[in-house]
């Protein structure tokens, strides 16, 4: 079944904490879902201060009943304490939690990494190589063609 891309409607939740990695990822998701005709009209992007923040902004999006596909983007970097546990297990869970409550689909692209080495790897720029970003845009809308299920 293909995907009637004049009526998705698509919102990306992004984190502003490590933003430049996120704004790779961000552009990585923009790039796949123009590539596959989704206009930048229907998007809508929310920024938060972190991760911890977006399973909240991803409720209230989801309260709206307008989005098709929900895209959450972020990087978690351990630290030297158990922060890192906390925020990205939090995240994970109330984002999992939102999907399977909601069956809208809510895509997890929050990178959760040990160091900023391997979030910049995840997040390249240069589309031969692999952006997480990019990852889930696809994803979304692979779940969307879903949707007759």
């Given at each position: ?28 998701a923009i790039s796949t879902l123009e590539k596959n005709g989704i206009n930048e009209d229907k998007v ?102 879903l949707d007759w299920l």
């Amino acid at each position: 079944m293909a995907t009637k891309k004049n009526n998705i409607h698509i919102a990306i939740v992004a984190s502003n904490f490590n933003r430049n990695i996120v704004d790779r990822l961000y552009s990585g998701a923009i790039s796949t879902l123009e590539k596959n005709g989704i206009n930048e009209d229907k998007v809508k992007v929310v920024r938060v201060p972190g991760a911890f923040e977006i399973p909240v902004t991803v409720k209230s999006l989801l309260d709206k009943k307008q989005y098709n596909a929900i895209i959450t983007l972020g990087v978690i970097i351990r630290g030297e304490t158990p922060h890192f546990e906390y925020i990205s297990n939090a995240c994970a869970h109330g984002i999992s939690q939102l999907a399977i409550n909601s069956g809208t689909p809510i895509i997890f692209g929050v990178l959760t990494v040990d160091n900023k080495t391997q979030a910049e790897k995840r997040s390249n720029i240069d589309p031969m190589e692999k952006n997480k970003g990019s990852e889930a845009a696809q994803a979304a809308l692979d779940m969307v063609d879903l949707d007759w299920l």
